[in-house]
Structure formats: structure tokens, C-alpha cells
């Protein structure tokens, strides 16, 4: 099943950039130009992972993270801040609104699929079944000597 | 709240670079400082020495110390400098990763015409604007280097968006590197404009310093106010 990625940004140019970023894989990417849209959109979409920025007009970044995880339908989504505010002061505030990560621009696409895949699998279009990551194996317990 | 330290190295967000962290000790230091001892600090950087004695000497050819330089200018213009250095390096990081374009400060020619003009404001313990300016033409072509694919629309429609964004990472770097020096202050959203005729309007009590940069044909203007620094 595919999965479902939200971009929140003002610049139509970074949720282009996103978009592509994740065209060769198996994923819908839904786009908002702020704040107030994006907690709207994640409330329709419920999406698997949030691309956030900060400086953002209606709600800020760090205002509309607040909100996402003060409205129990969309609390638990994992959010990934995309910005240029790296500094100390917003760090902290991410960190203690719980983000899953924290990219710093000027980013490449290759580090947002890089910590995308942290976070949920990603698998390339047209891929086998056997492309996909492996499920998780149960140990192999050694077997018994029967008598 | 963790330190700045840990939090950059969870989230594997790179960690200033040492002459950004120098320059903001040295703007934290300028107004408690003396000029022999800001002079000591400014002399471990070349290109911030050169910026300094081209201030001082207004670009003419005058025999002069950095020492005099420093005492000269004071510490209001010293401080422009080195956050002049600080919006560079903001400027070159941006270019260098987003678009692979590794730009120089240098004179470069004002073409006139239309150019796309994008201005932030950054307010709290340091106060002012940058503006970015770039010609049409050039702008056209920053526009597929910055979606690093074939564009599915005119550059046109999409120049306004994308210098606004280049001046929105710009300024968000510029911006931490304050608040990681010492000084909070808050970022605006950026306002976008494309016109001709442009002049960046500086008030008496305000410091203004302009450069431009280039590379590979591509030529930019940048115009940086100071309004305060706490």
C-alpha cells in the first residue's frame, strides 16, 4: 500500500522538490502552503510522515507542530522539520515537541529519503515483492533431539 | 532543555562551521571589547581583514594598519562587517548545496532592467533587513539549477517563489547564526517583488553595506541594514 507523505511549506518550490524527491518510490505526496492548511490536510490525509519548515505565514512551523500534537487524531504522525532555522532556540523546541528529525536547508532530496526510510519503508515503484525490506525473522531456536 | 551541543548531534544537523562560531564571539565581545583586542580577533581572518580595511579606506589606496583600521571605522561598522560575513557565508553555503554553484563576492556590473527583489526582516536583539536581488535574466536561470529537474512551467511564474525561498534559507541560516552568537531574534516571512529601479532605503541612524557575488555568469546583489545590535 502506498505510502502517504504531507509537505508543509510556503514555497511551491520545496513541495516540488519533495514531490520528486520521492517520485521513484511507491508514495502519494500531499502538499499545504502553511501552517493552518498543513494540520488541515493531516487531518484529511492522515499521512505516514510530516515534512515541516518554520518560517511560514498564518502558523509558523513550530505553532502548527504544537497543533499536530494537541489534536489526538494526528498526535502520533511523525514530523520532520525541513528548515533553515537550525539555531539552538528552535532545535530545543522541536526536540521537545517530539520530531522524528531534522533537516537543516539548504538539503539534498537524498537526505530526506534517507531519513524517511528511518522512519517508515519505502519501496521503489514497480519493485518485486521480494524489493521490499524483508519482514522481520523470528530466531532460529535450536530444534530438540527427539528420543 | 538539552544543550545546543547534543541536539545537533541527534538530529545530525551540521555544527556551525569555526570562523561563524569565531565571528559570533566576536560580534558577543565588540561593544565590551577594546579595539586592540577586536583588531587581535579580526586578524585571525583574512577575508574579514580585507572587508575591514576596504571599509576603512573606502576602497582607496591608503597606507594603514588594521589597528588604525579598527579604531577608525568603530564598533558600529565593525559590527556590519562581520555580520556582513556571516550573510555571506549563508549565501555561499545556500548556493553551493541547493544549486552547485560556487559563488565569490566580486564586482560585478548592475545589468539595470527588471529584477527579482526579495526582502527579510529579522527582529529582537539585532535588528534589520536583508535585501536579495537578482537581474530577470539571471534568476531564469537559478530557477532549474534550484528543482535540479526540467521545469513543468515557464521559469517565469516561478522566479518570485524561488528567490523568495533562496532568501528564506539565506536569511534562516544568517538568522541562527545570530542566535547561536548570542543574539535572539525572530525571522519574517520574505516579501517578494519584481520591478526595476531599485534602491535600498537606509534611515541616518542605520548601517548599510552592499556587495554582490557571481559565478558562472550568474550575478547577484545583496544589501544588508542594520537598524540595532543589543
Same mark, same amino acid.
Given at each position: ?13 520545496? &513541495? ?12 502519494v ?6 501552517? $493552518? ?13 510530516i ?13 502548527? *507542530? $504544537?497543533?499536530? &500534537?494537541?489534536?489526538?487524531?494526528? $498526535? ?7 528548515? $533553515? ?35 517508515i ?16 525473522? *523470528?530466531?532460529?531456536?535450536?530444534v530438540?533431539? &527427539?528420543? | ?47 574579514? =581583514? ?48 541547493? @544549486?552547485?554553484?560556487?559563488l ?23 535588528? +534589520? ?21 526540467? @521545469? ?5 511564474? @516561478?522566479?518570485?517563489?524561488?528567490v +523568495?525561498?533562496? @532568501? ?29 529601479g ?5 534611515g ?8 554582490s ?13 542594520? =537598524?540595532?545590535?543589543?
Amino acid at each position: 500500500m502506498s505510502k502517504k507523505i504531507l509537505t508543509v511549506d510556503d514555497s511551491k518550490m520545496v &513541495r516540488m522538490i519533495v514531490t520528486s524527491t520521492f517520485q521513484p518510490y511507491d508514495c502519494v505526496v500531499v502538499g499545504a502552503a502553511d501552517g $493552518a492548511e498543513g494540520v488541515e490536510v493531516a487531518l484529511k490525509e492522515r499521512p505516514d510522515v510530516i515534512f515541516l519548515d518554520i518560517t511560514m505565514p498564518v502558523l509558523n512551523g513550530i505553532e502548527t *507542530l $504544537a497543533k499536530i &500534537r494537541e489534536t489526538p487524531e494526528i $498526535a502520533e504522525i511523525p514530523v520532520v522539520m525541513l528548515t $533553515a532555522e537550525s539555531d539552538g532556540q528552535r532545535l530545543g523546541m522541536a526536540d521537545q515537541l517530539k520530531v522524528s528529525g531534522y533537516i537543516a536547508k539548504p538539503f539534498k532530496g537524498e537526505q530526506l529519503i534517507e531519513l524517511t526510510k528511518g522512519i517508515i519503508p519505502l519501496v521503489l515503484k514497480g519493485a518485486p515483492p521480494s524489493a521490499a525490506p524483508p519482514k522481520p525473522q *523470528l530466531p532460529k531456536l535450536p530444534v530438540p533431539n &527427539r528420543p | 532543555m538539552a544543550n545546543v551541543d547534543t541536539l545537533l548531534t541527534k538530529y545530525k544537523v551540521d555544527h556551525p562551521p569555526e570562523n561563524v562560531l569565531r565571528l559570533g564571539k566576536l560580534i558577543q565581545g565588540a561593544f565590551a571589547s577594546n579595539a586592540q583586542e577586536i583588531a587581535s580577533i579580526i586578524k585571525a581572518d583574512p577575508a574579514l =581583514s580585507a572587508r575591514v580595511m576596504k571599509v576603512a579606506t573606502r576602497g582607496r589606496d591608503i597606507d594603514m594598519d588594521l589597528d588604525s583600521a579598527v579604531a577608525r571605522i568603530g564598533v558600529h561598522q565593525i559590527t556590519l562587517v562581520v555580520l556582513t560575513e556571516l550573510l555571506l557565508h549563508a549565501v555561499t553555503k545556500t548556493f553551493s548545496k541547493m @544549486l552547485s554553484l560556487k559563488l565569490e563576492a566580486k564586482e560585478v556590473p548592475n545589468p539595470g532592467g527588471v529584477a527579482v527583489i526579495g526582502c527579510i526582516h529579522f527582529k529582537g536583539q539585532a535588528n +534589520g533587513r536583508v535585501f536579495l536581488r537578482i537581474p530577470c535574466g539571471a534568476a531564469a536561470a537559478v530557477v532549474p539549477r534550484f528543482l535540479g529537474q526540467e @521545469l513543468p512551467m515557464e521559469p517565469a511564474e @516561478l522566479l518570485p517563489d524561488v528567490v +523568495g525561498e533562496i @532568501l528564506n534559507i539565506v536569511g534562516g541560516n544568517f538568522k541562527s547564526n545570530l542566535v547561536d552568537a548570542g543574539l535572539s531574534c525572530a525571522l519574517s516571512v520574505p516579501q517578494v517583488d519584481t520591478r526595476s529601479g531599485f534602491h535600498a532605503d537606509a534611515g541616518d541612524d542605520e548601517h548599510h553595506l552592499s556587495l554582490s557575488l557571481a559565478a558562472e555568469g550568474i550575478g547577484l546583489f545583496l544589501d544588508l541594514i542594520i =537598524s540595532s545590535v543589543a
